[in-house]
């Protein structure tokens, strides 16, 4: 019988964030107490799963997120620099406010070419690190379980390519919210499905703002990229190829 292998990658939960900052790879941004509620929500959504590898990026909100879960499993989690958040050029800008990105002519620049996408890591770079992590997560863990700590966008840009759908899309349509799982299964080596749930819907239902670079496209629909704002009418409907994998 072929080995069945569930790769769960875990986007980290709700940052403390006052100033409303994209803060990216930046250092210094933790958990929020509505965020650390959402990693215990987390850590009892998979405890008693046979997760025998837990990795997590190296960024604290990450790291925040997966200690509730480690303690739940009696792992270690190891830090993996591939699970880190994407390069974005915007990092340290507001994204509300009066003096919010979209409202200094400098930044426009940035959008000339949402495909690759111009303010940021390329796409495909994402691709290539998240598909090489989830490899080596399915080796460590084949016919069991892994945890992958992450982040939204490249959380949801492995979930496009293992769907086989186009990469470029708008940030404001991922199916990837604060403390969700997208769960990869495969048997072998063959992906068969791509699940996702959200063991803190609770919480995220009583209000939670949307967060990451997600965040920075929110309320900028005068600024947004015509190209961005056109394929968001015709994009496939989150969700509407996955099966249940949690």
């Known amino acids: 019988m072929t080995e069945m292998t569930i790769v769960h990658l875990l986007r980290h939960g709700e940052v ?37 590898a837990l990795w997590s990026s190296p960024m604290e909100r990450a790291q925040e997120t997966a200690a509730p879960s480690a303690l739940a499993l009696g792992l270690e989690a190891a830090t993996d620099e591939r699970l880190i958040e994407a390069g974005n050029v915007f990092e340290g800008l507001r994204m509300a406010g009066s003096d919010n990105v979209f409202r200094d002519p400098r930044s426009y620049r940035h ?70 799982l997208t769960s990869l299964t495969f048997e072998g080596d063959r992906l068969i499905s791509v699940g996702y749930s959200e063991p803190a819907g609770a919480l995220l239902r009583a209000g939670t703002p949307t967060q990451g670079e997600a965040a920075l496209f929110d309320k900028a629909d005068e600024a947004l990229p015509e190209v961005l704002r056109a394929g968001s009418e015709d994009e496939e409907t989150p969700g509407s190829r996955s099966v249940p994998g949690v």
Not at 22 to 51: C, F, N, Q, W
Not at 123 to 145: F, L, S
């Open 16 to 52: 403390h964030n006052p100033r409303g900052v994209l803060y990216g790879r930046l250092p210094g941004y933790h958990l929020s107490e509505t965020g650390r509620r959402m990693a215990e929500l987390v850590a009892k959504a998979v405890e008693g799963r046979d997760i025998v």
């Open 111 to 180: 959008f000339r070419n949402p495909f690759r996408p111009s303010w940021g890591e390329p796409y495909t770079e994402v691709v290539a690190r998240m598909k090489a992590v989830v490899d080596d997560a399915r080796a460590a863990a084949r016919g069991h379980e892994a945890l992958l700590v992450s982040h939204q966008l490249p959380i949801w840009i492995i979930r496009l390519a293992a769907e086989g759908r186009r990469l470029w899309h708008d940030p404001r349509r991922r199916q990837c919210a604060l403390a969700s």
